[in-house]
Every structure is written in C-alpha cells, then in structure tokens.
C-alpha cells in the first residue's frame, strides 16, 4: 500500500512564491518516479513536474520551465517531493497533486498514475 499526502498550498499574490511538499509512506519504500499535476476549475488535469526516484532526471511543462523546480529527500523512511513554485501567476491557480507514477518515461502522462495524493488548493490572486 503506498499513501500519498500533499501540503503547502494556499493564497498567493501574482509574482509570488509557494513550495508544495508531497510524502510518500508505503512498506516496503521504493524508488518510485514521482509527479506533480493540477487541475483548474472546468480544466483537465495536466502534469506539470516530474522527477525520477533517485532524483537525478527531471520533466517540467513548458508553461512552469524556468519557474518551478523539482526537487525530492529520499534520505528519511518517507521519502518527500518537493515543488518550488516562482513568479506565480493567476493562471497557475488550482488543485496541485501529486503522484506516484508506474516509470519514469511517461511521468507527466496522467494515465502513467499509480496512487494520488488528495490534491491541495493553490490560488494566486491580488
């Protein structure tokens, strides 16, 4: 059983920052290929980042390159992933969440999912 479990969302004016925070708990713990999705009101879910489970290889969408960073600890019984988020911006706005993925190649694919986590909300707004 894997359990995923995201933290850090909330208001943010644009141009700001937000680091999201993703936990992986399962017995026994692998390496697992990680991503970072959201979804806007009326939108599909989409993948925005992914990093492999050593943590050397990352993917980003065009739309976050060069704004958000990837990042994961594997160096305690949970493993964390991370997502730094910069100069936010209103279309940034939604449910950010992340997943445990089946490898590593097709990480940004929705359908490549495993186990989710429960989603938290990220607003940017004045």
């Known amino acids: 059983q894997v359990h995923v479990g995201e933290s850090g969302g909330g208001l943010v004016q644009p141009g700001g920052s937000l680091a999201l925070s993703c936990t992986i708990a399962?017995?026994?713990?692998?390496?697992?290929?990680v991503g970072w999705f959201r979804q806007a009101p009326g939108k599909e879910r989409e993948g925005v980042s992914c990093i492999s489970g050593g943590g050397v290889n990352t993917q980003y969408a065009d739309s976050v390159k060069g704004r958000f960073t990837i990042s994961r600890d594997n160096a305690n019984a949970n493993h964390t992933v991370y997502l730094q988020m910069e100069t936010l911006r209103p279309g940034d706005t939604a449910v950010y969440y992340c997943?445990?993925?089946?490898?590593?190649?097709?990480?940004?694919?929705?359908?490549?999912?495993?186990?989710w986590g429960r989603g938290t909300l990220v607003t940017v707004s004045s």
């Open positions: 997943a445990v993925m089946k490898d590593y190649a097709r990480c940004l694919d929705v359908d490549n999912s495993a186990f």
């Open positions: 399962a017995q026994p713990l692998k390496y697992y290929a």
